[in-house]
């Protein structure tokens, strides 16, 4: 059976490894100078190197060449058992299959024991994030006071998982993605090596697909050697990825800088019918429009960017605003997304291309909503309790003092202040971020998580986020101005920019106020203004609320 490229090259010395100098150095000075670590963690994306250069570690400190700048020598009976994977006093544990306490445990007892051949025992745990709380309780024991014999290399893509008491334990190295031009170079030697036949624009190509990570970028050469009879050619890297060709991509960026919806749909559902990959041709999209954006702020062309092509890309960038390029490239970015789970995998690509086209305005027609009405704070008396029926009829506030300024009209609905600028979103930017949204408020506010799971947006109007709700008492609730902070603080967080929320009624949902004889099933208004209804006690239950809502009936406190 043949093997794998990416194994049959895997760095078999810390001089082969790509890409990570920071971390070679670290590792070296540390064999050099006697003071290797009693555990190490390796975090970076993967295909980066963590596991092979937990390998080579594993071999340097046991190597038995007497001169350590040497090691490892790969010719000590040491290295050659690593090399053939046979040595007992190395030990590869997957965390991802192994992540119970009891997996945790059988390792502690085990580690005791010295070794049978080398110097160190070296454990290496892939994908440590994924132990289990009690797993990694377990492991902090070892950790802790580790046997002098015991090396600890734990490896992960996601180290924000890990507890922070493991990682305070460790000495934590940070793997980067590969640069473009190593994994170009690597994947020369690899193919002259091989004798595989590529072009320089293929191997540019595979590498910009492999996004830093050297295992990819062999493995692609690999299939392409078996896919192309060992010639690879851009067109065949292309067909094997479902990439569009560059004129598909430079085309398509004229349409969107002449805002030519219908030039840019007919180039999107040709390049598919050749069979492009949707996604693909969105990331080769947000690739491009990148690339534009940088050179429109004054940066150098990107190193991507073949010299036959450099003045279109400055010719193109010259035809947008910076403003239109950080919007195209997020839209075509969210595109590559949402094509993976799209029924029609096309149509997040096409939706992106006309939002980036076509000028901004305000979000298409909700359902009917009804307008809160206009809510005024008292300046100068406390806040009112529930309403206290007399005689039947409810007691009426003190009139104000005559000589107090009356508070500064509301604002029309729809209307925003000059002072707060419109937030640039849509209501398809929010919607996937619902549930995120009521998630980040059940963790600081039960009650307005609560209130806000009746809730759910329903459009985007002056530059503000309206968030429907079919009881007006839960509308209100929301409305209150700690409320609304809070809840527009999550989406902020959320969208990575300012958002301002109104809360409106569903038309139609058990509101008492008809819709206004002009608008419609447009913004329902009351004809007169009606008596604020009090909302019931906080800690009453739902019966309450729904006798409020929906039989008009009123709190009445006794005594």
């Given at each position: 059976?043949?093997?794998?490229?990416?194994r049959k090259w895997r760095p078999q010395t810390f001089d082969e490894v790509v890409g990570q100098e920071h971390v070679v150095r670290t590792l070296r000075n540390a064999l050099l100078s006697g003071q290797v670590h009693h555990?190490?963690?390796?975090?970076?994306?993967?295909?980066?190197?963590?596991?092979?250069?937990?390998?080579?570690?594993?071999?340097?400190?046991?190597?038995?060449?007497?001169?350590?700048?040497?090691?490892?020598?790969?010719?000590?009976?040491?290295?050659?058992?690593?090399?053939?994977?046979?040595?007992?006093?190395?030990?590869?544990?997957?965390?991802?299959?192994?992540?119970?306490?009891?997996?945790?445990?059988?390792?502690?007892?085990?580690?005791?024991?010295?070794?049978?051949?080398?110097?160190?025992?070296?454990?290496?745990?892939?994908?440590?994030?994924?132990?289990?709380?009690?797993?990694?309780?377990?492991?902090?024991?070892?950790?802790?006071?580790?046997?002098?014999?015991?090396?600890?290399?734990?490896?992960?893509?996601?180290?924000?998982?890990?507890?922070?008491?493991?990682?305070?334990?460790?000495?934590?190295?940070?793997?980067?993605?590969?640069?473009?031009?190593?994994?170009?170079?690597?994947?020369?030697?690899?193919?002259?090596?091989?004798?595989?036949?590529?072009?320089?624009?293929?191997?540019?190509?595979?590498?910009?697909?492999?996004?830093?990570?050297?295992?990819?970028?062999?493995?692609?050469?690999?299939?392409?050697?078996?896919?192309?009879?060992?010639?690879?050619?851009?067109?065949?890297?292309?067909?094997?990825?479902?990439?569009?060709?560059?004129?598909?991509?430079?085309?398509?960026?004229?349409?969107?800088?002449?805002?030519?919806?219908?030039?840019?749909?007919?180039?999107?559902?040709?390049?598919?019918?050749?069979?492009?990959?949707?996604?693909?041709?969105?990331?080769?999209?947000?690739?491009?429009?990148?690339?534009?954006?940088?050179?429109?702020?004054?940066?150098?062309?990107?190193?991507?960017?073949?010299?036959?092509?450099?003045?279109?890309?400055?010719?193109?960038?010259?035809?947008?605003?910076?403003?239109?390029?950080?919007?195209?490239?997020?839209?075509?970015?969210?595109?590559?997304?949402?094509?993976?789970?799209?029924?029609?995998?096309?149509?997040?690509?096409?939706?992106?291309?006309?939002?980036?086209?076509?000028?901004?305005?305000?979000?298409?027609?909700?359902?009917?909503?009804?307008?809160?009405?206009?809510?005024?704070?008292?300046?100068?008396?406390?806040?009112?309790?529930?309403?206290?029926?007399?005689?039947?009829?409810?007691?009426?506030?003190?009139?104000?003092?005559?000589?107090?300024?009356?508070?500064?009209?509301?604002?029309?609905?729809?209307?925003?202040?000059?002072?707060?600028?419109?937030?640039?979103?849509?209501?398809?930017?929010?919607?996937?971020?619902?549930?995120?949204?009521?998630?980040?408020?059940?963790?600081?506010?039960?009650?307005?998580?609560?209130?806000?799971?009746?809730?759910?947006?329903?459009?985007?109007?002056?530059?503000?986020?309206?968030?429907?709700?079919?009881?007006?008492?839960?509308?209100?609730?929301?409305?209150?101005?700690?409320?609304?902070?809070?809840?527009?603080?999550?989406?902020?967080?959320?969208?990575?920019?300012?958002?301002?929320?109104?809360?409106?009624?569903?038309?139609?949902?058990?509101?008492?106020?008809?819709?206004?004889?002009?608008?419609?099933?447009?913004?329902?208004?009351?004809?007169?203004?009606?008596?604020?209804?009090?909302?019931?006690?906080?800690?009453?239950?739902?019966?309450?609320?729904?006798?409020?809502?929906?039989?008009?009936a009123r709190v009445v406190k006794n005594g």
């Open positions: 059976m043949t093997q794998a490229l990416y555990a190490y963690l390796f975090a970076g994306p993967r295909g980066t190197g963590k596991t092979t250069t937990a390998r080579l570690l594993a071999k340097a400190v046991n190597c038995l060449d007497p001169e350590p700048a040497h090691r490892p020598c790969n010719q000590c009976a040491i290295c050659r058992a690593i090399n053939e994977g046979r040595l007992m006093d190395l030990i590869e544990m997957d965390a991802a299959s192994n992540t119970s306490v009891e997996d945790v445990r059988e390792l502690r007892e085990r580690v005791g024991y010295r070794p049978s051949e080398a110097r160190y025992k070296v454990y290496i745990i892939d994908e440590v994030h994924m132990l289990s709380t009690a797993a990694f309780n377990a492991l902090l024991k070892t950790l802790e006071e580790p046997p002098a014999h015991a090396i600890f290399v734990l490896a992960t893509t996601e180290p924000h998982r890990i507890p922070a008491t493991v990682l305070s334990r460790c000495q934590r190295l940070d793997f980067r993605r590969v640069p473009l031009t190593d994994i170009v170079a690597r994947l020369r030697r690899v193919a002259e090596q091989e004798g595989i036949r590529a072009e320089e624009d293929a191997l540019s190509l595979i590498a910009r697909h492999a996004t830093g990570s050297m295992r990819d970028a062999e493995s692609l050469l690999d299939q392409l050697a078996a896919y192309t009879g060992r010639v690879i050619t851009v067109e065949a890297v292309r067909t094997a990825l479902g990439t569009g060709d560059e004129g598909t991509v430079l085309a398509l960026a004229d349409a969107l800088a002449a805002r030519d919806a219908a030039r840019g749909l007919a180039i999107i559902n040709d390049a598919t019918d050749r069979g492009t990959d949707p996604r693909q041709l969105a990331r080769q999209m947000t690739d491009h429009l990148r690339a534009l954006m940088m050179v429109r702020l004054g940066a150098p062309v990107p190193l991507h960017i073949p010299d036959s092509l450099q003045l279109t890309v400055q010719s193109q960038a010259a035809r947008f605003t910076p403003r239109q390029l950080t919007r195209a490239v997020r839209l075509f970015g969210q595109a590559a997304t949402d094509a993976r789970a799209a029924w029609q995998p096309q149509l997040p690509l096409e939706l992106a291309f006309l939002e980036a086209a076509l000028p901004e305005e305000a979000g298409p027609p909700g359902p009917a909503l009804q307008e809160p009405p206009a809510r005024r704070e008292p300046t100068a008396f406390p806040r009112a309790s529930p309403s206290i029926q007399t005689a039947g009829r409810p007691t009426a506030p003190a009139a104000h003092p005559s000589s107090a300024s009356p508070p500064p009209p509301a604002p029309p609905p729809g209307r925003e202040s000059p002072s707060e600028p419109a937030a640039e979103f849509s209501l398809e930017e929010v919607t996937p971020h619902w549930n995120d949204l009521l998630r980040r408020l059940r963790s600081i506010n039960h009650s307005l998580a609560a209130l806000m799971r009746d809730g759910k947006p329903v459009n985007v109007e002056g530059g503000a986020l309206l968030i429907g709700f079919p009881y007006a008492f839960h509308r209100d609730k929301v409305n209150e101005e700690t409320n609304r902070r809070a809840v527009e603080d999550a989406l902020t967080q959320l969208l990575g920019r300012p958002v301002r929320v109104r809360c409106v009624l569903l038309t139609g949902s058990g509101s008492k106020n008809p819709a206004h004889p002009t608008l419609g099933r447009s913004l329902a208004a009351p004809s007169r203004p009606s008596p604020p209804q009090p909302s019931p006690p906080a800690g009453e239950d739902g019966l309450i609320q729904a006798a409020v809502e929906k039989l008009g």
